[in-house]
């Protein structure tokens, strides 16, 4: 009831972007269900680094003095496709790198 509410005034109470189901709400059975877990992820984007774990500058296009990152917080190598199971070598191969450039 709450989730067809938001859909029908255009607005969740939690922040979900209801305005992206085209007005159709799940009042009309049959109803599925699906149990989510939390897992870990990869990011598909973000800042970009060297392998230096350097972080580079939008602007210049080169590293930025003192600033390094690794992780989730730079989106990663695998452009618009993940690879399942990766994503904590990765962060785990660029902050050791990052901790020995620092």
Known sequence: KKYN???????????????????IDISKPPFYAERGVPKLHHTMGGIKINTKAQVISINTKKPIPGLYAAGEVTGGTHGASRLGSVAITDCLTFGMIAGENI
């Open 5 to 23: 509410d938001g859909v029908k005034s255009g607005k969740d109470e939690f922040g979900k972007p209801v305005e992206t189901t085209g007005g």
